[in-house]
């Protein structure tokens, strides 16, 4: 399973249409920051899954700030990143992700792209326009890595 991680996205559609058309995922997941892109790019690929969290320049009303999911065996805990004040450190969230006993915590809000595993979780926030993460899961093993444009 491939899943594409984009986030802050702030109006622009055309990068999020070329990393999908690039990765072809089996499932997108945009962590916030206008969310209304992520729902036009669910309407421009209407076949892919989009997960969505909102984020802090988005409407409270239009979405959730913490979605926690499974994907073949993976725990997943997907959040915007700023109510856990990820621009001060990581330690909230990673204690927050630690607490739902997930192995990959996504996050964005920072605009900074960061890959990490850290004692067996990884971190992954795949910054703003331009650049995206990729999840891959296989056998219940998980890989994560970013990426920029539509080239690894």
């Known amino acids: 399973m491939k899943i594409l991680v984009l986030s802050d996205s702030h109006g622009q559609?055309?990068?999020?249409?070329r990393a999908v058309q690039a990765e072809q995922p089996d499932e997108i997941f945009h962590l916030g920051d206008h969310i209304s892109d992520a729902e036009q790019l669910?309407?421009?690929?209407?076949?892919?899954p989009v997960l969505r969290v909102v984020g802090n320049c988005d409407s409270p009303s239009?979405?959730?700030?913490v979605v926690q999911c499974e994907r073949q065996g993976v725990r997943i805990f997907a959040t915007h990143g700023h109510r856990y004040h990820v621009k001060f450190g990581y330690l909230r969230l990673k204690?927050?992700?630690r607490e739902a006993q997930a192995q990959v915590v996504l996050f964005g809000h920072t605009h900074v792209p960061y890959c990490e595993q850290l004692s067996g979780?990884?971190?992954l926030n795949p910054g703003a326009s331009?650049?995206?993460?990729?999840?891959?899961?296989e056998?219940?093993?998980v890989t994560c890595e970013l990426r920029k444009g539509g080239t690894t």
């Open 13 to 17: 559609i055309g990068p999020m249409q």
């Open 42 to 48: 669910a309407r421009l690929f209407p076949s892919i």
């Open 62 to 65: 239009s979405g959730v700030p």
């Open 95 to 97: 204690m927050a992700a």
């Open 121 to 123: 979780l990884w971190m």
């Open 130 to 137: 331009g650049s995206y993460g990729i999840i891959k899961i």
């Open 139 to 141: 056998n219940e093993t």
